[in-house]
């Protein structure tokens, strides 16, 4: 934990700028997320490589506390996380300080990470972005095989919902997955391949890359490098990659009306 | 404005798994899995991910209920455990100590369901023994 971070908290809490800062805590060796009120009480403030969905949790907080500035902590896809959010109106980028810090080459590898920091980090060094090789190797196969390998994958799923549910990019009030006329009730795995693709379709110009979802997934199904493909496919046709501040995605914009 | 997250452990199965409840102003609003946990590391299945729903839940049962013509009936505790003694003594001296079963529950602690099975096998004398966790 960097004696740099903290000072900073410290000093944004003196200056009035943010009412509380939301971060991680160490909690009898647990890193667990956190909403620190105080410039005093950030004694427990600690972070590891566990990364948590904070900005899901900022979402609960602005839903209730509109009017509070919050400070928040943040890697490179939390940032990307907050522009895209930001244009979907669910945050307001008035309400919000972010504190950055850099991730590790060992973080940014193990991500596959195209942007490992964010655009200010006040801790950390700066590493190059990486390379996509897992999408590249799946591209690489027949399209038999590469069938075969997300149908075999799929076929682990056990409808935990936790890709859903770790996601901050999931804000929906109601969820396709949970229509019973897409998706069959009690039924596992869920139909495979349709409940998968739903949900990489609906990641679309949405997914930000912060592979919480394969991380939260019990049955280890490469979900990130799916959802990394779905990005690659709308930055080819749409020319719009989310979580920069360029652009808004194709699917958040109405367009003009067709003609009659 | 208070969030805090809260440790626990699953109460679902026996696994085990690592739960953080998120708490918002005092009312847990959700849970995520404990990434430090070495049995879930960070992950966990459906029954988890919503295991702070029933805590709240309306359809909780908090008060011992008996079955009076028909309709499930708020009784104290004596007159609960009363009734429960007499039957399980009433239909083991008319069937057998085998027409009765014990589930427990993995909700328990292993001491709770040491003296669990213990009762059912040495004071009632039957095997039938099983517990919510066969699911």
Redesign the interface.
């Known amino acids: 934990m960097s004696e740099k971070i903290k000072q900073y908290i410290v000093e944004l809490f003196q200056q009035g700028k943010i009412k509380a800062f939301l971060g991680l805590k160490d909690e009898s060796g647990h890193i667990v997320p956190h909403l620190f009120s105080n410039a005093e009480d950030l004694d427990g403030l600690n972070f590891g490589t566990e990364r948590y969905p904070l900005n899901k949790i900022l979402i609960q907080l602005y839903k209730r506390y509109p009017d509070v500035t919050i400070g928040i902590l943040i890697r490179g896809c939390d940032e990307r996380g907050l522009k895209e959010l930001y244009k979907w109106n669910q945050l307001q980028p008035e309400k919000i300080i972010a504190v950055g810090i850099a991730c590790s080459k060992e973080q940014a590898e193990y991500c596959e990470c195209s942007k490992p920091y964010p655009d200010t980090c006040i801790s950390g060094e700066q590493t190059p972005g990486v390379d996509n090789k897992t999408v590249k190797k799946i591209d690489s196969l027949e399209i038999s095989e590469r069938l075969n390998y997300w149908l075999d994958n799929f076929s682990r799923c056990i409808k935990c919902y936790g890709c859903r549910d770790i996601c901050p990019m999931c804000f929906c009030n109601e969820c396709s997955l949970e229509e019973v006329e897409f998706i069959e009730r009690g039924k596992i795995p869920p139909e495979n391949p349709i409940f998968h693709l739903s949900r990489a379709v609906h990641m679309a110009g949405r997914c930000i890359d912060c592979g919480l979802c394969e991380e939260a997934c019990p049955s280890i199904i490469p979900l990130r490098t799916l959802y990394k493909k779905v990005t690659d496919i709308i930055e080819d046709h749409f020319s719009y990659r989310p979580g920069y501040d360029d652009g808004k995605s194709p699917l958040n914009i109405l367009g003009p009306r067709p003609e009659e | ?5 809260v ?1 626990t452990i699953c109460p679902y199965c026996g696994c085990g798994c ?1 739960l ?1 409840l ?1 708490i ?2 005092g009312k847990i ?2 849970t ?6 070495p049995v ?1 590391v ?5 029954k ?2 919503n295991a702070h729903e029933f805590i709240t839940s309306s359809e909780r049962i908090t008060k011992p209920l008996i079955r009076k013509n028909g309709d499930l009936r708020e009784v104290g505790w004596d007159e609960a455990l009363e009734f429960t003694s007499s039957e399980l003594k009433r239909i083991k001296q008319h069937n057998g100590p085998d027409s009765l079963a014990f589930m427990s529950s993995a909700k328990c602690t292993n001491e709770e369901n040491y003296l669990f099975q213990k009762f059912a096998r040495a004071v009632v004398g039957t095997n039938n023994v099983d517990h919510c966790a066969r699911l």
């Open positions: 404005m208070d969030y805090r997250s440790l690592g953080v998120q918002l102003d609003i959700g995520l899995p404990s990434k430090k946990n879930n960070g992950k966990l299945c459906i988890g991910w």
